[in-house]
């Protein structure tokens, strides 16, 4: 089935019972979806915004180990990683490519500890390793990053990782999903459930388009809203008590002179103990990240001005620069949806995965990375067929190869207002694209890479999208004030 919305809406009836109900359409509910379809499941996927529009369009785009979680000495994690950054390569070779990263040294003991350190990294990835770390001068390093001279650096080490697109995997997920049956729709928002013997029977979600209220009736219940996991919970049993810790990370976009050539950067030891990374990407360079505790996680978080303050103080010491706030094209800030731990830092609490079903029957998904969006899905699988009556068999997805992405470029922005115009109507028939911020942010990434071009543009998305659904003036209007207000939060 094609992505269309009204294709899709026709599609729920209240008679009938799904085998699974997914609630959250970022890479951990996608990523189920796509596994429960082709395990022969019929599938529903509620997500109360677009695909991806939470923390899975706001990541660092690297599908990766995690260097730095080895001094954590969190290697099973890593080993599962890198497994899963390989598969993603072959399975969705249109959205993944590798990228070199140099780490620059500034003693000798630390060109020996991090080369060990990759060392591992590289021997962790098995046959599955993406070429060998190489040592690198100290005039290599200055001619790979020329802005560097004379910043006291020894030698440096490059290794390889991969980057990608996180929205557009989102969508080849959704993709995926749909042409093996599954049943995908944005903008609708679960808003409770309701019990039979304290068994969830149904769910209520609301239509955010046209207001109307569904029941959905399915055999099992995946929770997969990542930072907003405890809030979805507490709508199963309001006594529930927080599972997550979650925590914000900002990245800031420059032009791309500033990391002039195609490598990426990790900065190994910022003051706050953790790593900040600068990677080419859409013809920008992004500069992240933080890691600030959020008490109660919002829908559209904000950068703090002290996480600004952070990312240009270590862009600028570190990679000699000399960036202020005039510079930025665009920022974004999304949550981690970290499991809590014993530890308070959030820095240091585990990345990894877990899954747990209630007594009522809602099966939570919680933490994860990216990267490890496919082993989530593929744990879930096994949980529902242990925790839950369906019978079926899992299949796998390990060579799954995801649908291709459209002709097209996401970071791309058609000049003229006819093609816009179609780029437009195109993204509404074949990917779900309802809203301005839909297209600006998701379809194409042009939010992300510079707010003010954007914000230029939504007129005629607007436009486009309103003859589309047949929409009005007011509506048009409408749309053009929330994607401004919307793209001023994305500008120091
Ligand atoms: C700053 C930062 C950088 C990162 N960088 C990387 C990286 O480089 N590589 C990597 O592998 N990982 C990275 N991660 C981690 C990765 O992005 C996340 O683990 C992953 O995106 C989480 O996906 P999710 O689907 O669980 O959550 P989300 O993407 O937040 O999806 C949850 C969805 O649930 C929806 N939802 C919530 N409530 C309801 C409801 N009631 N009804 C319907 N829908 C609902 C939300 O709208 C949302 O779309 C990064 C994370 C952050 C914050």
Redesign the pocket.
Known sequence: MELYRPHMKSQLQDSKTWDVCI????????GIAVEAANSGLSTLL???????????????????G?VRYLEQRKISLVRE?LQERDRMLHNAPHEVTDQAFIIPATTYWKLAYYGLGLLLYDLLAGRRRWGRTTILSKSKVHTLLPRLKGKGIVGGLQYLDGKFD?VGLALALAKTAAKKGAVLLNH????GFQKKKGRIQSAS?QDGLHGDAITIRAKAFVN??????D??CR?DNPRHKNRLKP?????LTFDADVLPGDKAVLIPKTSDGRVVFAVPWHGKVLI???DTAVDQPE?EPRPLAQEVDFVLDHANRHLGLNLGRKDIRSMF?????LIKGRIDKTAALS?SHQIKTSKSGLTS?????????RKMAEDTLKHLKKKTKLRFEPASTQDMVLEAQNEFDRAVLPENESELTQAVLQAHRKEMCITVEDFLSRRRRILYLDARKAMAAAPIVARALASAQGRGEEWIENQINLFTKKALSHLP
């Open positions: 609630i959250g359409g970022g890479a951990t509910g996608l509620i997500e109360r915004g677009d695909f991806a529009q939470g923390t899975s369009s706001r990541s660092t785009k690297l599908v990766h995690g990683a996180d609708a928002k679960v808003t979600i997969a809203t990542g930072p907003f996991s809030a979805l709508l925590s914000q990370g900002v990245h992240g990240t933080t829908e800030a999304g949550l981690r949806p990345r998904v919680r933490g994860g990375k990216w990267t490890t969006y």
